[in-house]
């Protein structure tokens, strides 16, 4: 079984920043792409950012220049840097992970979540 723990939410000012991390744990073998979604009350969820193994990113277009994805493989970990924050970034924040097990299938997990609040 894997968990991914978000951490680093919260309630920020317009304009500021956040850095938000996840960790994967478990019966891992091996961590393929990484990811951030979003999901604003009353809307779907959205990918943010995402990283392959191999450090190659993409970003949805509204975190372009704002936003930096980032992990490390010795940790099983992944991170998301949100600079200049606006109120239409509130949202939950999910980290996702495609997950190769020792014993068991590849398979895609999410976390649980992390809310981040941008508001004066």
């Known amino acids: 079984q894997v968990q991914l723990v978000e951490s680093g939410g919260g309630l920020v000012q317009p304009g500021g920043s956040l850095r938000l991390s996840c960790a994967a744990s478990?019966?891992?073998?091996?961590?393929?792409?990484m990811g951030w979604y979003r999901q604003a009350p009353g809307k779907q969820r959205e990918l943010v950012a995402r990283i392959t193994s191999g450090g190659s990113t993409n970003y949805a277009d509204s975190a372009k220049g704002r936003f930096t994805i980032s992990r490390d493989n010795a940790k099983k970990t992944v991170y998301l840097q949100m600079n200049s924050l606006q109120p239409e970034d509130t949202a939950v924040y999910y980290c996702n992970a495609d997950v190769q097990t020792v014993a068991g299938p590849r398979k895609n997990y999410w976390g649980q979540g992390t809310q981040v609040t941008v508001s004066s």
């Open positions: 478990g019966s891992i073998f091996s961590i393929y792409t």
